[in-house]
């Protein structure tokens, strides 16, 4: 397997894997994905039957998934959606690019789009990530662990660098709770066996993942 597959991999075992079991049945259902990217977690979601719709803030995805199955949207956060309309919304490795009161906005947009009942489901990096060589990726912090903190973050095997933003986990519950959402459900998942590839995933987890909901 190539290194980019093994990166990938990474991320499906620790994160969005995971994303899918938090989320439970997503056939016919529809689920707003904040932050889509290059789609890889929306495509699998329109495989399963959901009827996605995807925002992100990068108008040139626009092009890419407007042919596709996928309802792309560019917008910033979650503003585009009618309220009570979305079944679920999922954001994986997106929150994490915003700062702290885009997120909080963010989590108000997603409260209204939600139907009652309906859950939100956000997969990011582990606040206690930095300095880890993980498969897919390496976090520096660029200062204390401090709301908003910038972050490095190096892909494995690619000089490719970008930012974004240090997040306790007591802030995502916070915004989540301000929002008028409650946490049902944490997850930290790591690499349980000996051997591997995953080393660094065995001592720490990479990720965290969140489920909150409407009720
Ligand atoms: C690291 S990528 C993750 C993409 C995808 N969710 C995935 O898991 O592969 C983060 C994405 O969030 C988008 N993003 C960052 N801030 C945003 C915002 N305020 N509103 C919408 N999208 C945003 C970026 O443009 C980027 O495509």
Redesign the pocket.
């Known amino acids: 397997m190539s290194l980019e597959k093994y990166r990938d991999a990474t991320?499906w075992t620790f994160g969005?894997n995971h994303v899918t079991t938090l989320l439970g049945h997503v056939g016919g259902r529809k689920i707003l994905?904040?932050?889509?990217?290059?789609?890889?977690?929306a495509q699998q979601l329109a495989n399963q039957g959901a009827a996605v719709v995807g925002?992100?803030?990068?108008q040139s995805?626009l092009e890419r998934w407007q042919q596709g199955p996928i309802h792309y949207v560019c917008?910033?956060?979650a503003s585009c959606l009618a309220q009570e309309s979305a079944d679920s919304v999922v954001?994986?490795?997106?929150l994490c690019?915003?700062p702290q009161d885009?997120m909080a906005q963010?989590a108000v947009d997603v409260a209204l789009s939600l139907k009652q009942g309906g859950s939100f489901v956000l997969?990011e990096p582990h606040p206690d990530s930095p300095g880890y060589e993980f498969y897919s990726n390496h976090r520096e912090l660029h200062g204390p662990k401090r709301e908003g903190t910038p972050v490095t973050v190096r892909l494995r095997g690619t000089a490719h660098t970008f930012h974004d933003y240090w997040h306790a986990e007591s802030t995502y519950r916070e915004v989540l709770r301000d929002a008028g959402l409650t946490v049902t459900a944490l997850r930290e998942p790591m690499w349980q066996s000996a051997g591997g590839i995953w080393q660094a995933e065995r001592e720490q987890p990479p990720y965290l993942l969140l489920r909150a909901e409407k009720r």
């Open positions: 991320d969005l994905d904040i932050g889509v990217g290059s789609a890889r977690y925002t992100d803030r990068t995805y917008a910033d956060g954001a994986t490795f997106s690019e915003m885009v963010t997969c």
